[in-house]
């Protein structure tokens, strides 16, 4: 694909991977993404943002090519498929300075050996740069979601390009994303696997954005937000809202003994008015259970005991909550064991680092009788007591 404009001098240059299903060996992207990078044309200069995944290599240098060639390239994120060719891209504009944070300078050299070090130059948070009549503004923004990360604002067309922040993980050849219906959806999946686990600091940022009140954003991945508020606002509930009536649970059962616990326990908070999201564990689609714990207020682990802990899928299920961090206010396991509960008996431990209250495990030897039934029962209150909005 060539190179395509935005606004008059400003062109969205990089590669859109239709075919790719898989991104860092562990998030689901079902609708494939694109690799966004920007040039900027101002009266005496040019500026290029960012790169292409190294896969993409020939077609971006067609591209840069076809372009004034850029006096700086910015580098708003060390991560391989933003920054994987800018040795290429520096060695094909040899009188391109490189700018970054002071973090990104050490990591683009640590994964880019190739890369000259000694035109890399490091931007102060803040600081300008004047391209003639188009002026740059770079705003570090750590922990979004790498240490180094910044975003730039172009203050006379305000356009803010973004990086990963606001991106989605949707291959389209639309270059504005006008479809809501869809981008927005893709858009939180993609903060629920990479931006919630650093929402603390995300939030912050995110008000940092909102002060330059941008006209458009253009992200790193996905289409280009014509309307800002639709994802601004998006980011602003899925990181301030409280968590919804909503229980997400995982389960697996090897023999029925767990299936019959967790059947009652969904019973039980179903009649209190809780909806009740369940994922197969053998069968993890982690790009849904990333979203449906954006605003889910109590995770649930069903699992029985497998060797020294509960069964390995429902761990990776616990792994993969205990890495998001997301805002649940309760965590509850519960599972059947054949002869020693010791396996079940500390998921906290499994887990550490979730702001949650963690429920004491219902465990049942073999299968679940009475007692451990009425225990499933006490379990589906005290959820119903962990979740409801606290009184004004």
Same mark, same amino acid.
């Given at each position: 694909m060539n190179p395509r404009t935005l606004r008059p001098g400003i062109h969205w240059l990089g590669a859109i991977d239709w075919d790719r299903r898989l991104f860092d060996a562990l998030i689901p992207i079902p609708e494939g993404t694109s690799y966004n990078a920007y040039h900027v044309q101002g009266a005496a200069k040019a500026a290029l943002f960012d790169s292409a995944d190294p896969a993409f290599l020939e077609l971006f240098l067609r591209q840069v090519a076809s372009l004034p060639a850029p006096d700086y390239v910015v580098a708003h994120h060390a991560e391989p498929d933003h920054s994987g060719c800018l040795p290429d891209v520096m060695r094909a504009c040899p009188s391109a300075v490189l700018l970054c944070t002071p973090k990104a300078q050490g990591m683009l050299c640590d994964l880019l050996p190739d890369l000259p070090a000694d035109r890399i130059r490091p931007v102060a948070d803040g600081e300008r740069i004047d391209l003639g009549g188009r002026t740059l503004r770079f705003v570090h923004t750590p922990w979004v979601h790498w240490p180094e990360t910044m975003?730039?604002? @172009? #203050? #006379?067309?305000?356009? =803010?390009?973004?990086?990963? =922040?606001?991106?989605?993980?949707? *291959?389209?050849?639309?270059?504005?994303? #006008?479809?809501?219906?869809?981008?927005?959806?893709?858009?939180? =999946?993609?903060?629920?696997? &990479?931006?919630? !686990?650093?929402? /603390?600091?995300v939030r912050k940022n995110l008000e940092k954005v909102r002060a330059l009140d941008p006209a458009w954003i253009a992200p790193s991945h996905g289409p280009v937000h014509a309307q800002p508020a639709a994802i601004l606002g998006a980011y602003g509930s899925w990181l301030n809202d409280p968590p919804l009536r909503k229980?997400?649970?995982?389960?697996?059962? /090897?023999?029925?003994?767990?299936?019959?616990?967790?059947?009652?326990?969904?019973?039980?908070?179903?009649?209190?008015? &809780?909806?009740?999201? %369940?994922?197969?564990?053998c069968s993890l689609q982690?790009?849904?259970?990333?979203?449906?714990?954006?605003?889910?207020? +109590?995770?649930?682990?069903? *699992?029985?005991?497998?060797?020294?802990? %509960?069964?390995? !899928?429902? @761990?990776?299920?616990?792994? &993969?909550?205990?890495?998001?961090? $997301?805002?649940?206010?309760?965590?509850? /396991?519960?599972?059947?064991?054949?002869?020693? $509960?010791?396996? =079940?008996?500390?998921?906290?431990?499994?887990?550490?680092?979730?702001?949650?209250?963690? @429920? %004491?495990?219902?465990?049942?030897?073999?299968?679940?009788?009475? #007692?451990?039934?009425?225990?499933?029962? +006490?379990m589906a209150a005290s959820i119903d007591d962990a979740i409801r909005p606290s009184a004004p």
């Open positions: 975003v730039t604002f @172009l #203050e #006379e067309d305000r356009g =803010l390009f973004s990086c990963d =922040l606001f991106g989605s993980h949707l *291959a389209t050849s639309k270059l504005w994303a #006008e479809d809501d219906a869809r981008t927005l959806p893709g858009a939180r =999946l993609y903060y629920a696997q &990479i931006m919630m !686990a650093y929402a /603390t600091v229980a997400v649970m995982v389960r697996v059962s /090897t023999h029925g003994s767990t299936a019959a616990m967790a059947d009652r326990l969904v019973a039980g908070l179903v009649a209190r008015g &809780i909806d009740v999201e %369940p994922f197969d564990a982690v790009d849904r259970y990333a979203s449906a714990l954006v605003d889910a207020s +109590a995770l649930v682990i069903a *699992a029985p005991a497998i060797w020294d802990g %509960p069964h390995p !899928a429902a @761990l990776l299920a616990m792994t &993969i909550a205990a890495g998001l961090k $997301p805002k649940a206010r309760v965590v509850a /396991t519960l599972g059947s064991y054949g002869w020693s $509960p010791k396996a =079940l008996l500390d998921p906290a431990a499994r887990m550490p680092g979730l702001k949650a209250q963690f @429920l %004491p495990p219902v465990t049942a030897k073999g299968a679940p009788r009475a #007692e451990a039934f009425a225990a499933v029962d +006490a």
